[in-house]
């Protein structure tokens, strides 16, 4: 190589290396910019409503490792005077925790699956066919939207018994896949995809299946995804209709498990205090990990301010 080769190379090395030096230097200065006063704000608003949502969390826990004498002592004090973990290990010796985990997954699963499945149909049927009596039945279907699951409990009760299939998975299952809402949030999000990247998958001569399965999916991860995180947390919380459909102690989801902590002397609060933080303890384990998902699929919904 050259002298001059050699210089011309060393000065572009000197002088990426100045850029770099300067870029570091502004972003340290960015760095050490004092806060603003809306900063502070914000920043203390945000740790008070953390505090908020975390002090029941933190009761639970202290409640948890207290013995249960401790547990119902008036007036009531945070921290536990003596640290016990008998709570804990009752709430194993005496309860199916086990069993009652297992439930909860599959019927939660089952649940998501099966509501991800009509609900990303219908809302491609409703947002890109053209039918008789579209709109009326997309009507019909938000109207869900507007009763309360708890009007329903009765009649889906007497349907599901006609069925046979009172102390099932099933009858804990099918009676939760009528997803109006996420019908709804499907509907609202197809409605977005544009059409031309269809239309030009149907004059490659793609059917309306390979185009929904092909294309549309892969554009709706996030609001699917969205609609699982969803339904699987409200089946998981699901406490009413587990507890109208079966009587079956091998059957009980985790809600229903934690509510049958009792004995003669009434409720077990420790106990009760260390089987709801267990029950909690996946649903804050799914939205730690798809949180952004969560927020991704709000947000291309078209929700997010409604």
Same mark, same amino acid.
């Given at each position: 190589?050259?002298?001059?080769?050699?210089?011309?190379?060393?000065?572009?090395?000197?002088?990426?290396?100045?850029?770099?030096?300067?870029?570091?230097?502004?972003?340290?200065?960015?760095?050490?910019?004092?806060?603003?006063?809306?900063?502070?704000?914000?920043?203390?608003?945000?740790?008070?409503?953390?505090?908020?949502?975390?002090?029941?969390?933190?009761?639970?826990?202290?409640?948890?490792?207290?013995?249960?004498?401790?547990?119902?002592?008036?007036?009531?004090?945070?921290?536990?005077?003596?640290?016990?973990?008998?709570?804990?290990?009752?709430?194993?010796?005496?309860?199916?925790?086990?069993?009652?985990?297992?439930?909860?997954?599959?019927?939660?699963?089952?649940?998501?699956?099966?509501?991800?499945?009509?609900?990303?149909?219908?809302?491609?049927?409703?947002?890109?066919?053209?039918?008789?009596?579209?709109?009326?039945?997309? /009507?019909?279907?938000?109207?869900? *939207? =507007?009763?309360?699951?708890?009007?329903? &409990?009765? +009649? %889906?009760?007497?349907?599901?018994?006609?069925?046979?299939?009172?102390?099932?998975?099933?009858?804990?299952?099918?009676?939760?896949?009528?997803?109006?809402?996420?019908?709804?949030?499907?509907?609202?999000?197809?409605?977005?995809?544009?059409?031309?990247?269809?239309?030009?998958?149907?004059?490659?001569?793609?059917?309306?299946?390979?185009?929904?399965?092909?294309?549309?999916?892969?554009?709706?991860?996030?609001?699917?995804?969205?609609?699982?995180?969803?339904?699987?947390?409200?089946?998981?919380?699901?406490?009413?209709?587990?507890?109208?459909?079966?009587?079956?102690?091998?059957?009980?989801?985790?809600?229903?498990?934690?509510?049958?902590?009792?004995?003669?002397? /009434?409720?077990?609060?420790?106990? *009760? =205090?260390?089987?709801?933080?267990?029950? &909690?303890? +996946? %649903?804050?384990?799914?939205?730690?990990?798809?949180?952004?998902?969560?927020?991704?699929?709000?947000?291309?919904?078209?929700?997010?301010?409604?």
């Amino acid at each position: 190589m050259s002298t001059a080769a050699q210089t011309r190379t060393t000065a572009d090395g000197t002088a990426r290396e100045t850029v770099r030096g300067t870029a570091r230097r502004a972003a340290g200065r960015a760095a050490r910019r004092p806060w603003t006063p809306g900063q502070i704000v914000l920043t203390l608003l945000g740790a008070a409503v953390s505090a908020v949502f975390l002090a029941p969390l933190a009761w639970a826990l202290f409640t948890s490792l207290k013995s249960e004498t401790e547990a119902v002592e008036v007036p009531p004090h945070w921290l536990p005077r003596e640290w016990t973990a008998q709570a804990w290990s009752a709430i194993f010796e005496t309860g199916n925790i086990t069993n009652w985990f297992v439930n909860s997954l599959v019927v939660s699963v089952c649940v998501t699956f099966v509501v991800l499945t009509v609900g990303a149909l219908a809302g491609y049927g409703f947002a890109r066919t053209e039918f008789r009596g579209r709109k009326a039945l997309l /009507g019909l279907v938000m109207t869900g *939207l =507007m009763v309360s699951p708890a009007v329903l &409990g009765v +009649p %889906l009760f007497t349907t599901v018994q006609q069925m046979g299939m009172v102390d099932t998975y099933w009858g804990m299952i099918l009676p939760q896949c009528a997803p109006a809402a996420m019908v709804y949030i499907l509907y609202k999000f197809f409605q977005g995809i544009p059409r031309e990247l269809e239309e030009a998958a149907f004059i490659d001569g793609a059917g309306r299946w390979r185009v929904f399965f092909t294309i549309v999916l892969p554009l709706s991860r996030p609001s699917l995804a969205a609609v699982g995180i969803f339904t699987f947390i409200a089946s998981w919380n699901n406490f009413l209709w587990p507890y109208m459909v079966t009587s079956d102690p091998d059957l009980m989801t985790m809600p229903n498990g934690i509510a049958t902590v009792m004995n003669s002397y /009434g409720i077990q609060w420790a106990q *009760l =205090m260390a089987g709801g933080l267990m029950a &909690g303890l +996946p %649903l804050i384990v799914v939205f730690v990990f798809f949180q952004r998902q969560i927020v991704t699929g709000v947000t291309h919904t078209g929700l997010a301010g409604q």
